[in-house]
């Protein structure tokens, strides 16, 4: 048989390997998720949304995740924390499960650390940041998963159902795509290993086949569908477009391809990032020697799918971000990359079993443990330097003309002294740790609202043609100076 199957045990032997699955997967998940259950930082957009009560998301061709957050809370986006988070974590725990029965049946251990190492991802941090979002962006990652593993049996029904899955996941989340193109690779590359006869081609790579149907007909009815409100929308139309089929659209393809390959480097150059390029290497030369095998028997396509698998799985990861014109640099759109850890670590796995695979994963997860809790402290630590300075301004302007209510940013907060030891030894909470006061950004503006003495202060629009003139100083703070010019006030940090 060339399906990934699970026979089902009788007696007790059901209860003990679901309970050892159940039971470690909850005690990693605990631990893991102990910073965020008790915080109390506004993570980026929860700055606004906890003031505003707006949505959001139908703009963002999100329209799912509008939705069920509206069953939940009403008309408004009430702070329902940690419920969104529990609830996004829930839906990778049940994805994770489906990775056990079909990639590690029987390994209940392994299974475990194969649902963490989705979960544990250090860029996986901003996802599980966000107040509000974080139960949709779970909800994604689920579905990417789910809609692969599915197709580990070929028919007509489970290809449906793949179908709705992958265009639900869409529908909450679109840049889980990547994790849905890894999940599929991984899931031929274990069908391949357990095929024990040289079927037809079309027999042996239907599930990649299916997987390319699944994802061309969701892709196209999301589009049909939704496409409108994505086209509609400034910021979702202009970070969709995709880069032109020229020598332009080459070099933008190549810069984006250099910039985030500047970002996935930061977890390896990082204190014992030298654990995930253990893994990295070890899965690599796995899958070479599982490739020569095939080689032997003569089975040359299979042995060549294998040996390319590793590069496949990078690729796919952020293949849907670098054929974007202006992609979103930001951690929470490299959810692919959790992929290519799970790769990885399944190759070591079926080389060297559990003498290989816990020992590495056990010092994964306790790096990426640290990485979780010096940036939860470092994140915390920047939150409250910024009240600091909504303290410090509401005091400046208290004495100032009350009719003056414009207000230019100029420049970018410091990161936190607090923060910086944690930011230095680990250069990945530096691409995770917000700093809203920052130039015209948006959420610097709603973080003013906050403070009962500030809420009052809009954004000047025309904030790029503003040429500053006849400036006068009015406050002198260790991070910052503020002016009065033309009636409006200038933030120029230092």
Not at 125 to 146: C, D, Q, T
Not at 329 to 352: C, D, E, N, P, Q
Not at 405 to 418: C, L, P, Q, V, Y
Request: some cysteine; charged content about 15%; proline content about 3%.
């Amino acid at each position: 048989m060339n399906e990934i199957y699970i026979e089902k045990p009788i007696g007790k032997s059901i209860d003990i390997h679901v309970m050892r699955f159940i039971v470690t997967s909850l005690f990693i998940t605990t631990i893991y998720l102990f910073s965020f259950l008790n915080s109390s930082v506004y993570y980026i957009d929860d700055i606004g949304r906890v003031i505003t009560g707006g949505w959001g998301w139908l703009g963002n061709g999100r329209p799912f995740s509008q939705y069920f957050f509206q069953f939940l809370t009403g008309n408004n986006t009430v702070d329902i924390h940690p419920l969104p988070l529990l609830l996004g974590v829930s839906a990778i725990l049940y994805a994770g499960w489906h990775i056990y029965i079909n990639l590690f049946p029987n390994s209940p251990y392994i299974g475990a650390a194969a649902f963490a190492i989705i979960l544990i991802n250090p860029f996986y941090l901003e996802n599980l940041s966000y107040r509000f979002e974080s139960m949709m962006m779970g909800f994604s990652v689920g579905l990417a998963i789910l809609s692969a593993i599915i197709l580990s049996k070929i028919s007509p029904l489970r290809i449906l159902i793949s179908i709705i899955l992958l265009f639900s996941m869409m529908c909450f989340y679109q840049a889980s795509l990547g994790l849905y193109l890894t999940i599929s690779i991984i899931v031929q590359f274990s069908v391949l290993l357990k095929s024990s006869e040289n079927k037809p081609f079309l027999d042996r790579y239907k599930h990649l086949i299916s997987s390319a149907v699944v994802l061309l007909v969701s892709f196209g009815l999301y589009k049909l569908i939704y496409g409108d409100l994505v086209n509609n929308n400034e910021y979702d139309r202009l970070h969709s477009q995709l880069i032109p089929f020229s020598y332009e659209g080459l070099i933008i393809l190549i810069d984006n391809i250099n910039r985030f390959y500047e970002i996935i480097k930061l977890p390896i150059i990082g204190h014992n990032g030298y654990f995930y390029g253990v893994l990295l290497i070890g899965g690599f030369t796995s899958s070479l020697f599982l490739a020569i095998k095939l080689l032997a028997l003569k089975r040359w396509i299979d042995s060549l799918f294998l040996a390319l698998a590793p590069f496949l799985v990078v690729i796919a990861s952020l293949i849907t971000l670098c054929i974007l014109k202006e992609p979103v640099f930001a951690a929470r759109t490299f959810i692919g990359t959790s992929g290519v850890l799970l790769f990885f670590f399944y190759s070591l796995y079926y080389v060297g079993r559990n003498i290989l695979a816990l020992p590495v994963f056990a010092f994964l997860f306790i790096t990426s443990l640290t990485i979780n809790y010096a940036y939860a402290n470092a994140v915390k630590a920047q939150q409250e330097q910024e009240y600091l300075i909504l303290n410090q301004l509401a005091a400046d302007i208290k004495t100032e003309d009350a009719s003056i209510n414009e207000i230019i940013i100029i420049g970018r907060e410091k990161f936190s002294d607090k923060g910086l030891l944690s930011t230095n030894t680990f250069p990945v909470i530096q691409l995770l740790v917000p700093r809203v006061l920052n130039n015209q950004w948006y959420w610097g503006y709603m973080l003013l609202k906050h403070h009962p003495e500030t809420r009052h202060l809009k954004q000047y629009k025309d904030a790029s043609q503003f040429v500053v003139t006849e400036s006068k100083l009015i406050a002198e703070r260790s991070l910052y100076k503020l002016w009065i010019c033309r009636n409006r006030f200038i933030l120029q940090f230092k």
